[in-house]
Structure formats: structure tokens, C-alpha cells
């Protein structure tokens, strides 16, 4: 699910994500960490750009 309507996500729609992503959810710390190096801009959300790169990520098997 997006942020109403400018496609963005918050950091619990990010966990929910990595969850459907992963198949079970990151710890807290994971999360936060994944969070903060996704946002490049500072601005709070992930944007599309930014998610598309959490999907890589998880494609290539980085992040376990």
C-alpha cells in the first residue's frame, strides 16, 4: 500500500513490504538500517526509485 497519493512509503509500509518481499518480517535494527540507506533524499518515505532498489536487493539475495 502507498502513502495516499504521491506512491510513497513510510517505514511500516516498507516492513510490510519486505515482509510480502522476504516472506517474514526484518528486526527492528534491520529495518531502520535498511530505511535510513533507502531514503537518499531525507525526506522520510521511500519513493519508487528507492523501493525498486529494496526489490533488487532482495532479487539478488544481499539481504538474507
Known sequence: S?????GT?????LS????DLKGNALSRS???EMFYTLDRN???TI?????AQ??????EG???
Open 2 to 6: 502507498v502513502n495516499g497519493q504521491d
Open 9 to 13: 512509503l513510510d517505514r511500516q509500509q
Open 16 to 19: 510490510n513490504a519486505i515482509k
Open 30 to 32: 534491520e529495518l531502520q
Open 42 to 44: 531525507g525526506d522520510g
Open 47 to 51: 519513493d519508487y526509485l528507492e523501493f
Open 54 to 59: 529494496v526489490v533488487e536487493i532482495f532479487n
Open 62 to 64: 544481499e539481504f538474507e
